[in-house]
């Protein structure tokens, strides 16, 4: 407590411990280290705070006593109508939600995805438990005819069918607990290796998959669930033996008299579950096999790419800019190398959207708007990053000067905004009334700007004339391996030096190909 930890080269006093096992984050999975004031934000990327077109806050809030859900839900609505009503340019149509937080499984906006991938997940394995069920039912049918003479002389002898029924329950009921015990024994050495695996990610995370007494329960809730539904019928039928018969040990003539009997009948079930577990089965593997074969709209085979935040290691812009610059230089000076360019988005990004206001210029002065995507991008990044252009121009070095009243839209916002018409040379506007028009100098290729399931979505690309502090990314298309390609690409990064030292700059980079 005091003291003070230095965090991208600024000084942090520590207020406060919180115990281990709190993570403290909206979206459960991600793990954290520390936590900072938000404002604190404004030393990465100022934007983030002073713009309203930013949307990447949630506010978690603790109610008052007495205070319901609902009537948090109607005081938040009436927030949100206010700022539509003071702020129609960022805010027309958005409202405001009111989640409770035991109900998020992952992350509010992701929970309508995930929840029905977690129900199918967990149909498919009720069906696997049901086939389970069903075949040891089976085997259970078989193994009550063997004991067919000695549960008739127990009969015999005064046994209640009760009795018998309430004894091969007991006997089914170890099975069933042997089965849930190995299932917690291979839960845990799965939860662990769970733990450990750390993916290939920019974030960390932390999964609390830990077997606690909820797991347990709900593991012995299923087990004696699986006892009953497996044991109840072979028990019962058992209990009722042709008892001159089975003191004979006539097994013949009851299997004359048996020629489809209950164990038969219940292959079918078997089957049926069995075929649809397979079926969904080769459906989940032909969609993972047409995702692979999408067209994202970008070159993903020769695209290396380095993430760099100077603003972390105390770059101001002019030192920034110069840094990128000379990068830029030297991998351009690289054989092989096709195209290099810098941006602050990427498409399929981890961070988040960009989203504004797109408002179209009409000539009767009433323009047309819809929500859309963006991202600044440098000199030669479509030709970096594979992106075709089907119209007009990319942008050149001419362009990245600030207040370049220029942009390059995508090819499902001419569609939407000039249908039939050649949008080059047209005019459009991101964001509120008070900010400039830009002229349209080009048309790209839609590409995927969140998950590849989507449909096109509006994207327009302005050119990257300032906030070299913040996070950007150097995407390089050569005609090598892209793995290489990056290696080398965080060796230019250590070599590209200005004012400060370079070193700094290489210790926050991050890189993928």
Not at 54 to 64: D, T
Not at 114 to 128: D, E, K, N
Not at 191 to 216: M, N, Y
Not at 400 to 406: L, S
């Given at each position: 407590?005091g003291?003070?930890?230095?965090?991208?080269?600024?000084?942090?006093?520590?207020?406060?411990?919180?115990?281990?096992?709190?993570?403290?984050?909206?979206?459960?999975?991600?793990?954290?280290?520390?936590?900072?004031?938000?404002?604190m934000?404004?030393?990465?990327r100022?934007?983030?705070?002073?713009?309203?077109?930013?949307?990447?806050?949630?506010v978690?809030?603790?109610?008052?006593?007495?205070?319901?859900?609902?009537?948090?839900?109607a005081?938040?609505?009436?927030?949100?109508?206010?700022?539509?009503?003071?702020?129609?340019?960022?805010?027309?149509?958005?409202?405001?939600?009111?989640?409770?937080?035991?109900?998020?499984?992952?992350?509010?906006?992701?929970?309508?995805?995930?929840?029905?991938?977690?129900?199918?997940?967990?149909?498919?394995?009720?069906?696997?438990?049901?086939?389970?069920?069903?075949?040891?039912?089976g085997?259970?049918?078989?193994?009550?005819?063997?004991?067919?003479?000695?549960?008739?002389v127990?009969?015999?002898?005064?046994?209640?069918?009760?009795?018998?029924?309430?004894?091969?329950?007991?006997?089914?009921?170890g099975?069933?607990?042997?089965?849930?015990?190995?299932?917690?024994?291979?839960?845990?050495?799965?939860?662990?290796?769970?733990?450990?695996?750390k993916?290939?990610?920019?974030?960390?995370?932390?999964?609390?998959?830990?077997?606690?007494?909820?797991?347990?329960a709900?593991?012995?809730?299923?087990?004696?669930?699986?006892?009953?539904?497996?044991?109840?019928?072979?028990?019962?039928?058992?209990?009722?033996?042709?008892?001159?018969?089975?003191?004979?040990?006539d097994?013949?003539?009851?299997?004359?008299r048996?020629?489809?009997?209950?164990?038969?009948?219940?292959?079918?079930?078997?089957?049926?579950?069995?075929?649809?577990?397979?079926?969904v089965?080769?459906?989940?593997?032909?969609s993972?096999?047409?995702?692979?074969?999408?067209?994202?709209?970008?070159?993903?085979?020769?695209?290396?790419?380095?993430?760099?935040?100077?603003?972390l290691?105390?770059?101001?812009?002019?030192?920034?800019?110069?840094?990128?610059?000379?990068?830029?230089?030297?991998?351009?000076?690289r054989?092989?190398?096709?195209?290099?360019?810098?941006?602050?988005?990427?498409?399929?990004?981890?961070?988040?959207?960009?989203s504004?206001?797109?408002?179209?210029?009409?000539d009767?002065?009433?323009g047309?708007?819809?929500?859309?995507?963006?991202?600044?991008?440098?000199?030669?990044?479509?030709?970096?990053?594979?992106?075709?252009?089907?119209r007009?121009?990319?942008?050149?070095?001419?362009?990245?000067?600030?207040?370049?009243?220029?942009?390059?839209?995508?090819?499902?916002?001419?569609?939407?905004?000039?249908?039939?018409?050649?949008?080059?040379g047209?005019?459009?506007r991101?964001?509120?009334?008070?900010?400039?028009?830009?002229?349209?100098?080009?048309?790209?290729a839609?590409?995927?700007v969140?998950?590849?399931?989507?449909a096109?979505?509006?994207?327009?690309?302005?050119?990257?004339?300032?906030?070299?502090?913040?996070?950007?990314?150097?995407?390089?298309?050569?005609?090598?391996?892209?793995?290489?390609?990056?290696?080398?690409?965080?060796?230019?990064?250590?070599?590209?030096?200005?004012?400060?030292?370079?070193?700094?700059?290489?210790?926050?980079?991050?890189?993928?190909?």
């Amino acid at each position: 407590m005091g003291r003070t930890l230095a965090l991208n080269g600024r000084p942090y006093t520590i207020v406060g411990v919180a115990p281990s096992w709190f993570m403290g984050m909206l979206v459960r999975g991600f793990a954290a280290d520390l936590w900072a004031p938000t404002m604190m934000m404004g030393h990465i990327r100022n934007s983030r705070l002073d713009e309203r077109n930013e949307r990447w806050l949630f506010v978690k809030a603790r109610l008052a006593g007495g205070v319901s859900i609902e009537q948090a839900a109607a005081a938040v609505a009436t927030v949100g109508l206010g700022l539509e009503r003071d702020h129609p340019a960022t805010n027309q149509g958005r409202r405001l939600r009111v989640v409770p937080s035991a109900a998020v499984l992952f992350m509010p906006d992701a929970d309508r995805v995930l929840g029905p991938v977690a129900a199918m997940l967990l149909a498919a394995a009720g069906l696997v438990l049901l086939v389970a069920c069903a075949n040891l039912t089976g085997l259970l049918l078989a193994h009550a005819s063997g004991r067919r003479r000695e549960i008739a002389v127990r009969l015999a002898l005064g046994a209640g069918r009760a009795r018998i029924v309430r004894q091969l329950l007991i006997e089914h009921a170890g099975l069933a607990a042997l089965g849930g015990a190995g299932a917690l024994l291979l839960a845990g050495w799965a939860a662990t290796w769970r733990v450990g695996f750390k993916p290939p990610l920019p974030v960390p995370l932390s999964f609390d998959v830990w077997i606690d007494g909820r797991v347990v329960a709900h593991t012995a809730a299923l087990a004696v669930l699986a006892a009953l539904l497996m044991g109840s019928l072979p028990a019962s039928r058992a209990s009722r033996p042709d008892l001159v018969p089975a003191l004979k040990g006539d097994d013949a003539g009851l299997a004359r008299r048996r020629r489809w009997g209950l164990r038969q009948s219940l292959l079918v079930p078997q089957v049926a579950m069995a075929f649809v577990l397979l079926l969904v089965a080769a459906l989940f593997t032909r969609s993972v096999s047409h995702a692979g074969a999408i067209d994202p709209g970008f070159d993903l085979d020769r695209t290396a790419l380095v993430a760099l935040n100077l603003g972390l290691s105390g770059y101001d812009e002019a030192r920034a800019r110069a840094f990128y610059d000379e990068l830029t230089r030297r991998a351009q000076a690289r054989p092989g190398v096709r195209a290099v360019a810098v941006t602050d988005r990427i498409p399929l990004d981890l961070y988040g959207s960009q989203s504004t206001t797109l408002t179209r210029e009409d000539d009767d002065g009433a323009g047309r708007s819809a929500l859309g995507q963006m991202g600044h991008v440098g000199a030669g990044y479509f030709e970096a990053m594979g992106v075709a252009i089907l119209r007009g121009r990319g942008f050149t070095a001419g362009d990245t000067v600030p207040g370049a009243p220029v942009a390059v839209v995508s090819a499902e916002t001419a569609r939407r905004f000039w249908p039939g018409r050649d949008p080059v040379g047209r005019r459009l506007r991101l964001g509120g009334e008070d900010v400039p028009w830009l002229e349209v100098v080009g048309v790209a290729a839609d590409v995927k700007v969140q998950t590849l399931g989507e449909a096109p979505v509006p994207f327009v690309y302005r050119p990257l004339d300032a906030r070299h502090t913040g996070l950007l990314r150097v995407v390089a298309r050569v005609d090598g391996d892209p793995a290489r390609a990056a290696a080398w690409l965080r060796e230019d990064v250590s070599r590209s030096t200005t004012t400060w030292r370079s070193s700094r700059a290489a210790r926050c980079a991050t890189s993928w190909a």
